[in-house]
């Protein structure tokens, strides 16, 4: 889906000056946020409308806690309990709401397309709590949601494409159909490596390792992925860097940090064990797509933020999720704009 190239050009500009000539660092000393944000994926960014096409996504982080049983809403309260207390551990929640969409390369076709995946749309809301410790990042996140006519994507889809006056997708009739969908996932983040702080930008590197798990009619997985990243105030932002689309950066893990930059990129590899979008009943079976289990990605991007705002602008390239596809990799962008509350 196209989007406007001037408005893409001119971050992808200003987030490098940005990281370049940062503001004067601070002494990140007992820093705690909360942080609304907005953001969208968007394959136009990269020239092309094919595959994971679109997403849009509303979220909020809570500041971090000590104890979610006590200063935390339901059902958070209730999770809570199930972490033990330790003096060496800060936990915070999470919601996000979000909109994905898919499609074929050939979206002006109103019939299914042999060696192309069905149209998809997932309508969602993710809730999550993120356990935080020294060189140790794990979150925990359940996904309800629906894919199919509910989730409204055809109506995203074609309202925006008549406002940018891009091609007509008339593919939808065919999109994978209504179906409810539920997820529940797992990752863990380590600090495998850690430079000094220097004195060039107040700058350091890090490397990390992702472990990964999700189970659930909507997408089954199992990923390890590792990640570099460098920028400053590394230590308090363990667990920002992902591979899933919509999930390349997550500022929740910055709540503990003033202000900071970083550059990263990362690589990640899994084998998937299903994938509604792919495999979901359609209303033509005549050209059936096959998943392929075996996938990786590769990010990159930028991350700015100061007290109280930040951006985020990330790349993605993923191998083909398909077995019929006929092309070897497809890309993606995503861009983050946030808002931060310090307690």
């Known amino acids: 889906m196209p989007v406007d190239k001037t408005i893409a050009r001119t971050i992808m500009l200003a987030l490098p000056v940005a990281i370049i000539f940062p503001t004067s660092g601070h002494t990140n000393t007992d820093f705690n946020s909360s942080t609304w944000s907005v953001s969208i994926d968007n394959d136009g960014i990269l020239g092309t409308d094919k595959n994971y096409s679109n997403g849009l996504f509303l979220e909020y982080h809570s500041e971090r806690v000590n104890n979610l049983a006590l200063s935390s809403p339901w059902p958070y309260r209730i999770a809570g309990q199930l972490f033990t207390s330790d003096v060496e551990q800060t936990l915070s929640w999470n919601w996000r709401i979000g909109q994905q969409m898919w499609t074929p390369s050939d ?53 925006i494409h008549d406002w940018i006056g891009s091609d007509n997708p008339n593919g939808w009739n065919n999109q994978i159909k209504n179906q409810w969908i539920a997820n529940f996932s797992y990752q863990q983040h380590n600090t495998l490596y850690s430079s000094p702080i220097s004195d060039f930008l107040h700058s350091q590197w890090d490397v990390a390792s992702l472990a990964r798990a999700s189970i659930g009619n909507d997408q089954s997985d199992l990923a390890a992925g590792i990640s570099l990243r460098w920028g400053q105030d590394l230590t308090k932002s363990l667990g920002a860097i992902g591979f899933t689309p919509g999930e390349f950066v997550d500022v929740s893990a910055l709540s503990a940090s003033r202000s900071g930059y970083f550059l990263f990129t990362g690589i990640e590899g899994r084998y998937k064990f299903n994938d509604i979008t792919i495999e979901g009943k359609r209303p033509d079976e005549t050209y059936p797509a096959h998943l392929e289990p075996w996938q990786a990605s590769v990010v990159l991007g930028g991350v700015f933020y100061r007290l109280t705002w930040g951006i985020t602008l990330s790349l993605a390239t ?26």
């Not at 192309?116 to 996904?143: C, H, M, S, W």
């Not at 596809?325 to 509350?341: A, K, Q, Y």
């Open 107 to 159: 979206i002006e076709s109103q019939q299914p397309v042999i060696n192309e995946r069905p149209y998809a749309g997932l309508l969602f809301v993710d809730l999550g709590i993120n356990r935080y410790q020294p060189n140790l990042t794990q979150k925990y996140q359940l996904r309800l949601g629906t894919v199919g006519p509910r989730s409204l994507a055809k109506h995203t889809q074609k309202t």
């Open 318 to 343: 993923h191998t083909k999720e398909f077995k019929q596809s006929m092309d070897t990799t497809h890309s993606n962008g995503s861009v983050e704009f946030f808002w931060r509350f310090p307690q």
